[in-house]
DNA sequence: TTGTAAGCGTTATCAC
DNA sequence: GTGATAACGCTTACAA
């Protein structure tokens, strides 16, 4: 296997044609005749001919790579988003440079700047390290996924409409009181709208609720524990009435299933349970819960959607890029299952 | 912002140095003086340059990236395992081209090509559709992940020592009979050893055991409906026996386990559980899963220093690529928690 | 329908 | 230490 790379040169030297000719037969076959078609095919088989597409990238500029930086593989939520997005390929054929952030800032910065040095085309980020004005600064087609994005495009769940539904499902269940079990989160990213959704419902429904926004820890075990005294709370303040849960995500949710059967055997018709996320979990708890489903699915197709609606415009030769960033959002559905009535 | 790029010749042009000394400057800084390190400084800064790694590339070769082919992310297994390799960044500064497999071989040729087209250093590959032979003959630094391998190198987890660790557990615990379910897998792929390890060892202690190799479904309700039936004949074949059950992944044990409570409302004496991968769920579930964990994050350093290993020899004036492929093992370890004594 | 020649932004090979 | 100049492999006017 002498594997000295042939190019458009040696094709070109092969066939009688020139280089150009070549590289029309790639990118406008149809102004060759057909009998030179097959001519230069001949060739690129004989001599084993493998495309460059660096060399292709340097010379018009178009890398076809999109950048990815994603805070972590472990939820599911992100792994699944990763997965919908990589998946796109066979629709767009762009090409993901992917970078894991884990929140260190000097890091993705070098990040950043690799993916700027490999002249990606866009960028779809889902951590949280920079501010979207700083991210804007680069003037490169970006979609922001579940985070702050004021300075940028992005694509969210509707949170709000996430919590209405769970809350009217719990409120419907003739609930006495709902509680929402969730960590403190700031005011500017997508999810406080799950708060303000629960809030806002409880409220219009005159319905007696309570926000439990506790740290809830970083691993399973502090998670565990934390939960251990959320419960004992709850029970201490609300005995025999019934209750409606909502918590922040499905991973809570079982854990908070676990410790009501760890006390009664089973679930007592005086607790019902919604999560979110609509993460494996919930499917495979020992009940199977019910909870609000992201549209993963729905959002990394908008992500890509939105992200090529940019980059196309960038390739025009007179680019007129958004002026002002585009924001959409994409309805959660409820998922009934066997942790409400 | 007239976003014009800046390249080496106006740095040149600016500095009145030559290009090759700005070219200096990044790879050879030593070789100039400091004085005129700190003027191309100052250029660099005042011209705003971004470097074009895509160039460089081109031009001597070294193009830093490395493919990875992976079948799902849907899998903890994979999830972890691509976060594992991505987060080599920091060591190791190869950047990486993601592709999500899905088991279509058009699909999958097309993502080699693409890889190749971009010319990737190396390739890390998760996926079964292609036989080690095939993709042996690219002629390119590879590392294999958990599946056939006998063309090209590899790393995998030491299945035969992980399960007869399982069985020795069960067998130490006193249980009557073994019984290891999994689906009926080929002799080929490396967790067929998982199968060998159980019997072997049964076998050697002189302990009754049974192989339930079932088609288990593909998704969670039918898994759960298999796993049902399997879980009614053990209850008949073997009433009032010890059972040691070993479960080929800790999805299947959650089920298991899941199946066993909602029919006792505990796990009674008589079961003892033991799962494989050591995933979220094992630790999730009712009660936490014994579990043979897989040590992903030593799996997926091993396979960056193999492949490193070989890139790097592909890069001396001389390369002589290993004539026979590496193997590796890594001994996953026995994780008790609360379905054994 | 085809060819010429000048890029694209670096690095490599010689020189000096 | 520094600089010409020719690659690297492809695209893209501009001609013909």
């Not at 709208?193 to 409880?202: K, M, Q, V």
């Amino acid at each position: 296997m002498g594997a000295k790379k042939v190019t458009f040169a040696d094709i070109a030297k092969y066939t009688n044609f020139s280089k150009t000719t070549i590289s029309r037969y790639f990118n406008n076959p149809e102004s060759l005749t057909l009998e030179n078609q097959e001519k230069i095919a001949k060739a690129l088989e004989e001599l084993g001919y493998q495309e460059n597409k660096l060399a292709k990238v340097l010379a018009n500029g178009k890398s076809e790579f999109v950048g990815i930086i994603i805070p972590n593989l472990y939820l599911h939520y992100y792994s699944e988003m990763l997965n919908q997005i990589l998946s796109s390929y066979t629709d767009y054929h762009y090409k993901f440079l992917v970078f894991v952030s884990s929140d260190n800032p000097e890091l993705e910065q070098q990040y950043l700047d690799e993916l700027m040095a490999y002249k990606i085309e866009g960028l779809i980020i889902l951590s949280h390290t920079f501010p979207s004005e700083k991210l804007a600064s680069y003037h490169i087609p970006i979609v922001a996924i579940e985070r702050e994005a004021e300075h940028i495009c992005s694509v969210d769940t509707d949170n709000y409409m996430g919590a209405v539904q769970a809350a009217n499902l719990l409120i419907r269940n003739k609930c006495e009181v709902l509680i929402h079990i969730n960590v403190p989160v700031s005011k500017q990213i997508p999810a406080f709208d799950r708060i303000r959704g629960f809030e806002n419902t409880c409220l219009e429904y005159h319905v007696p609720y309570q926000l439990m926004l506790r740290d809830l820890g970083h691993n399973y075990e502090t998670t565990f524990e934390a939960l251990k005294k959320v419960f004992l709370d709850i029970e201490n303040a609300y005995p025999k009435r019934k209750k409606g849960i909502f918590l922040a995500n499905d991973t809570y949710a079982n854990i908070f299933l676990n410790l009501i059967f760890k006390k009664y055997g089973r679930l007592p018709e005086e607790y019902q349970l919604v999560g979110f996320d609509n993460s494996p979990i919930a499917n495979e708890a020992i009940l199977p819960i019910t909870t609000v489903g992201q549209q993963i699915d729905k959002i990394a197709k908008t992500a890509m959607e939105l992200l090529i609606l940019q980059m196309n415009e960038m390739k025009k030769r007179k680019p007129s890029p958004l002026k002002t960033p585009l924001h959409k959002q994409i309805t959660p559905v409820l998922v009934r299952r066997s942790t409400t009535d």
